[in-house]
């Protein structure tokens, strides 16, 4: 598969007091936090008065995608290069450290691939369905902004691309891992490249708002025995859908 491609995109926008990238989707220094129970997402905004916008934000996410505005938008070019895989089980998901040289451009600005991980089921949704899985690629800019592509997963002939990352899920949370073998984040997006665009935030405590999202309209597979793998570790890791509020979300998909 070609290690960069053009796809349609919205311009992204700055970010004000974002926190690090390393938020999305992992551990963050204040009140413990999980998926469910009295740690879980609805109860986010008040387990630490930095989490706040977990409950106050109107630009959160994710969203379930069911009405798009569809449309011409400007071009994000990807340039992706193999990695090594820095695997770890961080206690919320499993996220592979993305090695420096692969980044995003967006009008002429630079977005760095920082890391990739996993959410199951899917935590956007479309027309109120889930997917099995979704994927999200992490990129930051040199000034902070970030910009995620999120990829859904769907049952379906097993992902060869992911194979070498399988064979080392961690069970248990826990250091990086340096495995010998590589992967290339350009094999985990789906042959059509066709996108959502909308503006939200971190889906994971302190739900910092100003992240661009691009979420791909087609999914990729992975075999029902690699979902059951990434399942059997992460026994759900998905924030329920937020209000889409006054925000548009923009396609350009051709309108169904």
Not at 1 to 27: D, E, Y
Not at 203 to 215: D, F
Request: charged content about 10%.
């Amino acid at each position: 598969m070609r290690t960069a491609a053009t796809l349609a995109s919205l311009s992204l926008i700055p970010l004000c007091g974002v926190a690090p990238v390393g938020l999305l989707a992992q551990s963050h220094h204040g009140a413990h936090w999980t998926y469910e129970g009295e740690t879980g997402p609805a109860h986010w905004g008040s387990l630490d008065t930095a989490f706040a916008r977990c409950a106050t934000g109107h630009a959160q996410s994710p969203i379930d995608i069911a009405a798009p505005t569809h449309g011409t938008l400007p071009s994000i070019t990807i340039r992706y290069q193999p990695t090594r895989i820095n695997v770890l089980n961080n206690g919320h998901t499993i996220q592979v450290n993305y090695d420096s040289g692969s980044a995003v451009e967006v009008d002429g600005i630079r977005y760095a691939l920082i890391q990739f991980h996993f959410h199951v089921p899917s935590e956007h949704t479309v027309g109120g369905k889930p997917a099995a899985a979704e994927l999200h690629l992490v990129h930051r800019s040199a000034t902070g902004r970030l910009a995620v592509i999120g990829v859904l997963i769907e049952p379906g002939a097993e992902n060869a691309a992911l194979a070498p990352l399988w064979a080392h899920l961690p069970a248990k949370a826990g250091p990086v891992q340096a495995v010998s073998a590589r992967i290339n984040a350009a094999d985990l997006l789906p042959a059509q490249r066709t996108t959502y665009r909308y503006d939200g935030s971190l889906t994971t405590p302190p739900c910092s708002e100003g992240v661009r999202w691009i979420v791909m309209t087609s999914p990729i597979t992975l075999s029902q025995q690699q979902i059951n793998s990434l399942t059997a570790i992460l026994h759900g890791n998905n924030r329920p859908v937020q209000p889409l509020d006054q925000r548009t979300v923009t396609s350009d998909a051709a309108a169904q």
